[in-house]
C-alpha cells in the first residue's frame, strides 16, 4: 500500500513545495493592499468577508504560477456541485488538487459538494490496507492546499482521510518554514523513502488506466 506522502512527493517534488508559500505570501501582501487602499473595504462587511479577496488572489496567484512555469501542473475553473461558481483545480499528471483557506490546518475544509466528491475518488486509493484488494480506481486521487487565515500563518498540502471529511491521512510541514529555495543536488538520488518504488509505479499505471477507459481530460 502506498502512502499518501509518498505519492505526493510523486506529484509535486519537494523542489517546489517552496514556490507555495511565495504565491501564498504575495497573495496575501495584495490582499491587504487593496483593503488599506481603498476606504470602500473599511465597512464592516468588507472586513468580515476579507477572506474572499485573499481567496482570489491566492487563485490568481497559482494560476500566474502555473503559467509562468513556476509551478510544473495544468490547472482548470471547474464548476461547484451546485452552479455558483467555479473553483481552480490543480491538475497533475495523476492526481487533483485545490486550494482552501481554512482556519485550523489540521481539519478539512468544510465538506461542500465536490469537496466530498473529491474525498471518495481518493478514499478507493489510500483508503484501509484490509480493503486494498475489494477497492478499484474510480478517479483520480485529490489532496488539498489549505492555508490560512486572515493572516498567513501556516500552509500544508494534505491528503483527506478517507474515513473522515474533517480529518487528514497526512499533512505536510508548514510550508512557511521552509527555506526560500530548496536546492537538490543532481547527482544524489531523491528521497530515499521506504516505500516500494515498483508499488508506487503500479498504482500510477491503475490510475493511467481509468483515466484512459473514462476518457478523462
Request: aromatic letters at 12%; hydrophobic letters at 35%.
Amino acid at each position: 500500500m502506498i502512502h499518501p506522502e509518498s505519492f505526493i512527493k510523486d506529484q509535486i517534488p519537494v523542489s517546489k513545495w517552496s514556490t507555495i508559500p511565495t504565491i501564498l505570501k504575495s497573495a496575501y501582501a495584495a490582499a491587504n493592499e487593496i483593503y488599506q487602499d481603498n476606504p470602500i473595504f473599511q465597512a464592516e462587511s468588507a472586513r468580515y468577508n476579507k477572506g474572499r479577496v485573499i481567496s482570489w488572489a491566492v487563485d490568481f496567484g497559482f494560476e500566474r504560477a502555473i503559467k509562468n512555469g513556476a509551478l510544473d501542473c495544468d490547472y482548470k475553473w471547474t464548476a461547484f456541485s451546485k452552479p455558483t461558481g467555479r473553483y481552480l483545480e490543480l491538475r497533475f499528471q495523476h492526481s487533483t488538487a485545490s486550494i482552501s483557506l481554512v482556519s485550523t490546518p489540521s481539519r478539512q475544509p468544510r465538506p461542500v459538494g465536490f469537496r466530498e466528491n473529491a474525498r471518495l475518488r481518493t478514499q478507493s486509493v489510500f483508503a484501509f490496507p484490509e480493503l486494498e484488494k475489494e477497492l478499484e480506481i474510480s478517479g483520480l486521487p485529490h489532496f488539498h492546499v489549505v492555508h490560512g487565515y486572515q493572516q498567513l500563518k501556516f500552509a500544508h498540502i494534505a491528503m483527506p482521510a478517507p474515513d473522515s471529511n474533517v480529518r487528514y491521512s497526512w499533512l505536510s510541514n508548514n510550508l512557511l518554514k521552509l527555506p526560500h529555495e530548496v536546492k537538490i543536488d543532481k547527482d544524489v538520488p531523491t528521497e530515499n523513502t521506504d516505500y516500494d518504488l515498483d508499488q508506487l509505479n503500479l498504482l500510477k499505471e491503475d490510475i493511467e488506466r481509468w483515466m484512459k477507459d473514462n476518457g478523462s481530460d
